[in-house]
């Protein structure tokens, strides 16, 4: 921190006057809090604009929303290039290691190839760390056991020395590797200088992928030995050849041609973040590396980008393309191949495919990823973190490890049908799912029309509770947390169901919240876009007076109308004549007026929503159970003479019921008891 530093930001009135005397120069911009610690480091083509997104109200990152409460001064350092900015921005993330950025965390090392072509008897190596000597370096391999395996198929067939400079310069005779046939011992006998070169230079075809070159020069070599009657010599060539090939035709896994790629991977869940690099040269997959980020609340792409930005500071290896499972802006993307660039000395692109050879590649980085995330997270201290947060975020009077969700299914009141599921611990406990029928006031809401969601889950809560409170039976016990499907009116209406039924709310009883989905609405420019916000507002609103005002034309300040108004600027700024707003995830509380919003990327979010997810999906299977078994009972049930056992004969022989519209009379009499009576019955009332 600078000596003498003093924020410059008290309130957030002060942001604005700061960006306004921002420099629209490439550079750097270094976000500090209102103790001087460094929390954020950027880059950007036009500082000014970049840092004035930030507080535009449409940046998707969960840190972005606290930057008003939490700034005390955003310092900028102008550079001539955006590589220059990338370059700076990475040294100051590394000297600073602010809390909002990626850092790069590997627990491994590289394994890499080594050989130096200008020594007197060249030889190859394997080493872990990359040197300006010279040398010629294969890899990155992240498994010890392939890249010792590829070193026992080039020592037993290439026959270059493996011994130290040390011991070649000071050995009096032959070690076993020449003994079985593996060097020619330069350390003791006259070996010929431009044979061994050969050898150097064959192995440098075999490592570099140029291996269709090397077998059609070794046929050649082959076919002249023989000819010439050295049968000793075109054997060796031979079994050159066929390991050569050998490991041609296992190690194929992508048609890229000779060039050289990496390939990126990507899972999450929540904050819980792996990354998977696979190495592939010459379409050989050579190797792979993981990389683990807890508490990561940064976007994917911004995840993408940042890892990036760390992982080829210093490679062992530039390749001439880097796959991604999602494209980077180009304002991120071209200073990062600028400087590849600079680093390999020719072309580096950096792509996200979207079909072909290169999108299975990558579809396989991101299997490796979730292969790594499955094996190395520890599932308990994840869960108990995830919980923990969701405890305190939403002040739960108690951890929840016991969650049940409820959703109602339904097409328009028909066949209405209610889901629970039960998370324990962050995980599905399936063995408590349980489904219900809406009986409705009437008692029969199956057979007639219940078109009331609020009435639905009233009586679905009514009567869970109630087996809970009257059933001394576990499998019924009271959860911790109850999580409903929708927003205020919902909860509202679940709260007086607890309510009757003596049910505290929070401490001593159960905890309860509703949880609303994301909304994005398209707005048009101009009056017409007022008018539709307006009633937009007046159906969302969360204040009833606000909404009553612009439900009459009124203008009412909010939230939304200023969000509406960002987006109609940056729509006319693009030329486009629509907008959009978007409302995030909401978790309505009781006695609380505004929804909770949780962090996008959080763990806490992600298991929310898995949660209500679920409770979604197993509604939906429910209510499409029951949807089918009405078509059928209403196809059949309606025809004279058909009853239960003549139904399930008919549906056992045919299968389905549109099978039975399609038989002919015929058809319908070879069932066991149809008659011509019965089957001219079934066709008249189903044949098409």
Known sequence: MPQGWRPKIATRDDIEPLIDRLPLSPGVYVMRDREGQVVYVGKARKLKQRVRQYFSGHDPRYFVPLL????????TLVVGSDKEALLLENNLIKQHRPRFNFRL??????????????????????????????????GPYHSAGNVRATLRVIHRHFQLRTCSDHVLNHRKRPCLQYQIGRCPAPCVYEVDPEAYAGQVRDLERFLSGRRSDLTRDLQTRMRVASEEQAYERAAKLRDQLKAIESSLARQQVVKTGEIDLDCVGLYREGGLVELAILHVRAGELIGRQTFSE???????VRVVHDFLRAYYESPPFVPDEILLPVALDDDDRE????????????????????????KTLVSLANKNAASSFVTRRDRRRDTSSALTQLQRRLRLSRLPAHIECFDISHIQGQDPVASMVVFRDGAPDKARYRSFKIRGEDGDAQHARQNDDFASMQEVLTRRLRRGLER??????????????????????????????GVEIGAGGIDLVALAKERTTTLQ?????????????????NDASEAAALAKGEDAPGKTLRDYEVAAVHAAERGSET???????RVFTPGAKDPIVLKNGTSELY???????????????????????????????????????????????FKTVAAIKRADLAALQRVRGVGPRLAASIHAHLGV
């Open 335 to 358: 200073p990062l191949e600028a400087r590849l660039r600079e680093q390999r000395g020719k072309r580096v692109q950096i792509k996200c495919p979207q079909r072909g050879d290169r």
């Open 607 to 653: 298991l929310m929503t898995q949660i209500r997810d679920e409770a979604h999906r197993f509604a939906i299977t429910h209510h499409r159970k029951r949807r089918g078994k009405r078509a059928i009972r209403s196809a059949l049930d309606d025809i004279p003479g058909v009853g239960p056992a003549m139904k399930r004969a008919l549906l056992e022989h």
């Open 579 to 585: 907008a959009t707003t978007t409302r995030p995830e």
């Open 105 to 138: 965390r590997d627990d491994k090392q590289y394994l890499v190839l080594r050989l130096d072509p200008s020594a007197a008897w060249p030889r190859l190596e394997l080493v872990r760390n990359i040197e300006a000597d010279g040398a010629r370096y294969w």
């Open 525 to 541: 420019a101009g009056r017409r876009g007022l008018r539709d916000l307006k009633k937009f507002r007046a159906t969302t609103s």
């Open 68 to 75: 008003g409460d939490l700034l005390g001064d955003i310092e």
């Open 294 to 300: 807890r508490e990561m609340e940064l976007s994917d």
């Open 472 to 501: 001394d039976d576990e499998g019924w016990a009271l959860p911790d947390l109850l999580v409903i499907d929708g927003g205020k009116g919902q909860l509202a209406r679940v709260a007086l169901v607890m309510e009757d039924l």
